[in-house]
């Protein structure tokens, strides 16, 4: 009899459980990031915008992206738009190589703070200048694909109160901007992607050209050489 009163009671308890464990997925699911590459080329505007499945008044809110060696933010670009209030970011490692290839360039951790929205109390938006890299020619297509992961949304609150399953610590060395001298922690929010991941397309040379670039490449130089050597001989003022 004892065994048979268990049944139903633990039966009751798993289902209470799940229940109350997809209340909390459906809470926590309603905060939303989407990512989108602006303006054409190797030189793009990336803009990350974050919907809030809570009222986050008060707090700091910022995406932590990890930008793969296709692509990179120029320090001292980003350094004359923060001087200009026009961005917010902080980039790690703050000293890169922006002339080095894809294949020669490491990840980039850059956390961009992001600004209100004015049509939407939970919406939060703002936009960087990120840079294609050139990428080694590759064999039967014109381009290769960077392919850029969802951000990580944070949240720095000192005066609020977030829901503790939809938000756990993080671990992030900035600290929060805010005009407390409370010591801050920032949160990583379990959101939902509106796409899994974004891609950026490189357009890059064809393997199978190499042979002819080098010769037009040497053919253009030699002439070129030619036109000034003869150029210097003609006008040029020699003394002995």
């Not at 000293?95 to 980039?108: K, T, W």
Request: aromatic share 6%.
């Amino acid at each position: 009899m004892a065994g048979g009163r268990g049944g139903p009671m633990r039966v009751g308890a798993g289902l209470g459980a799940l229940l109350c464990a997809l209340h909390v997925q459906a809470a926590c699911q309603d905060t939303t990031v989407t990512q989108e590459l602006l303006k054409e080329g190797f030189h793009r505007d990336l803009l990350v915008k974050v919907e809030l499945g809570e009222d986050a008044g008060g707090c700091a809110v910022a995406a932590q992206l990890r930008l793969p060696p296709g692509i990179y933010v120029d320090p001292y670009e980003l350094a004359t738009l923060q001087q200009n209030n026009l961005t917010k970011a902080v980039l790690f490692p703050d000293v890169i190589d922006v002339e080095a290839p894809e294949y020669l360039a490491r990840d980039l951790l850059l956390l961009l703070f992001l600004e209100p929205d004015a049509h939407c109390s939970r919406c939060f938006r703002a936009a960087v200048p990120v840079h294609a890299r050139y990428h080694r020619p590759a064999e039967g297509t014109w381009e290769a694909l960077v392919v850029l992961e969802n951000p990580e949304v944070l949240l720095c609150c000192c005066h609020s109160h977030l829901t503790a399953e939809c938000w756990e610590p993080a671990e992030v060395d900035t600290p929060c901007p805010s005009d407390t001298s409370s010591p801050c922690q920032w949160h990583s929010a379990k959101h939902r992607p509106v796409y899994e991941e974004l891609m950026l397309r490189v357009p890059v040379g064809l393997r199978e050209h190499s042979s002819l670039v080098c010769a037009l490449t040497l053919l253009t130089m030699g002439l070129c050489s030619g036109l000034i050597l003869a150029a210097a001989c003609k006008y040029g003022h020699f003394s002995l």
